[in-house]
């Protein structure tokens, strides 16, 4: 009975660490994402003036 609570336990971390991963993972994309429209923004602002 404590090897299957091990296990789930086990499993729990693993899935808190792929979590995490994807997390900082999707927020750089984000960030990334954020940044290129702001240089486009700023591109579009310089050709009209």
Do not use: I, Y
């Not at 900082?24 to 960030?31: H, I, Q, T, V």
């Amino acid at each position: 009975m404590n090897d299957k609570k091990t296990h789930v336990f086990k499993l729990s971390k693993e899935k808190e660490v792929r979590l995490k991963a994807a997390l900082k993972s999707n927020l750089a994309r984000r960030k990334a994402q954020a940044k290129a429209r702001d240089r486009a923004t700023k591109t579009e602002e310089k050709d009209d003036g």
